[in-house]
């Protein structure tokens, strides 16, 4: 069963923008959600994490800080990726994840053992 999708890849020129978005379907309590990124050949990486109990309580990776927004509207249970300012380096694919215990390590919000349940990914390619 298919807890959480992704939509809004696609093909972007540099310096373009791109919406993701990651409807949670899941019938379990979420407590955070994040993005990742896994590009050709890489390990998966944090790209940015928004709390659900306080939508303002946000992290994002250096590589995206200022031109990446992450953003949550709870009554539709959908979580959103704004991406501005896209680079090549930004080609990946893009997964959504979410925490469902309700307190992880300090400073662990980055690791991928901090989320369970993950969805399927959309592929964002940018091309310069």
């Known amino acids: 069963q298919v807890q959480l999708e992704e939509s809004g890849g696609g093909l972007a020129q540099a310096g373009g923008s791109l919406s993701l978005s990651c409807v949670d379907s899941?019938?379990?309590?979420?407590?955070?959600m994040a993005w990742f990124r896994r590009a050709p050949g890489k390990e998966r990486e944090f790209v940015a994490r928004?709390?659900?109990?306080?939508?303002?309580?946000?992290y994002y990776a250096d590589s995206v800080k200022g031109r990446f927004t992450i953003s949550r509207d709870n009554a539709k249970n959908t979580m959103y990726l704004q991406m501005d300012r896209l680079s090549p380096e930004d080609t990946a694919v893009y997964y959504c994840?979410?925490?469902?215990?309700?307190?992880?390590?300090?400073?662990?919000?980055?690791?991928?053992?901090?989320?369970?349940?993950w969805g399927q990914g959309t592929q964002v390619t940018v091309s310069s």
């Open positions: 928004i709390h659900l109990r306080n939508l303002a309580n946000i």
């Open positions: 994840a979410a925490q469902v215990i309700p307190t992880i390590p300090y400073n662990s919000y980055p690791d991928k053992s901090s989320y369970t349940v």
């Open positions: 899941g019938p379990t309590t979420r407590y955070a």
